[in-house]
């Protein structure tokens, strides 16, 4: 398959998936995009906001409009490691120890309310995040391609539950959040939903195997010297500010330039503008940031931090030109 066909397939099926979505999940088009762009870029996706808005439903219905296997965990501080990870259990038959896969083995996986289960169960999540595997008594079981993790927070309730550490925050590779919808959209998602829910009708328009193979066409898709420096430099600036204790990651940089990648191929294009890399900063770069003080616990002065640098740094000029 020629790189053109490629990059036009993917692109294809990546509208498809954003307008299947779009029949359950109503006045989100941005996040529903957002998540997409993660799916294909090869990342983890963080859902912050209310109790309501629709964070679960969104991740059933990527889970539906890609064909795969999905597992749904509920994180509760009673939650081990191994209820996700998966155990070894002696098989009295073969008088040997097998291994037996928990819900982290599917191509889709939520974990709803991570912050409500313990910092031990949460590093659990680490490997498979970063590796895409699960180390259990010393061996190392692959994870199905794809693999795309979910989790929902709820970033205002703070009565029994656990931040997620830094390390963490770092390895998801965007934070996208789901307010409110507004009168006309919520009228909108009662009357659907009325009768029967829309995600009950909502099949597959690619298949899981279709979404692996389409990733291919994502990274190869032309990002400009410039542009990487411009991703850097956006990166770095975070570390510098006044508000900043711990500053974004070189992985940040990373994330940052394989979502201009796949925002790219959504919008057809087989190469990466600056306006892509402004358009995913907030989203990909401030969750990761650890701010001073009082300002630690608010993620809106996080992306204004992000937002500032945007505006401070010069856009490279001539970083889409074709090498």
Known sequence: MDTVTSLTDTSIAMRRI???????????????????????????????????????????????????????????????????????????????????????FANVVLVDEINRTTPRTQSALLEPMEERQVTVDGLTHRLPEPFFLIATENPIEHHGTYPLPEGQLDRFTMSVRLDYPDPAHARELVTRQLKRHPIEDLEAVVTSDDVARLREPVRAVHVADGLVDYAVQIVTATRGHVDVQ??????????????????????????????????????????????????????????????????????????????
């Open 246 to 323: 711990l500053g974004a990651s070189p992985r940040a940089a990373l994330a940052l330039t394989r979502c201009a990648q796949a925002l790219a191929t959504v919008n057809g294009r087989d190469f990466a503008l600056p306006d892509d890399v402004k358009a995913l900063a907030p989203t990909v770069v401030a969750h990761r940031l650890v701010l001073r003080g009082q300002r630690r616990n608010e993620p809106e002065a996080a992306r204004k931090i992000v937002q500032e640098a945007l505006e401070f740094l010069p856009v490279p000029l001539g970083a889409a030109e074709q090498v």
């Open 18 to 104: 954003i307008d299947n979505v779009e029949t359950v999940i109503t006045g989100k088009s941005s996040q529903v995009e957002a998540a997409v762009v993660c799916l294909f870029a090869g990342g983890n996706l963080l859902l912050e906001g209310v109790p309501g808005v629709g964070k679960t439903m969104l991740a059933r219905s990527l889970a539906r409009s890609i064909g795969g296997s999905f597992r749904r965990v509920q994180a509760t501080p009673d939650l081990l490691p191994s209820d996700m990870t998966g155990v070894s259990v002696y098989d009295q038959d073969r008088h040997e120890f097998r291994f037996v896969p928990g819900p982290i």
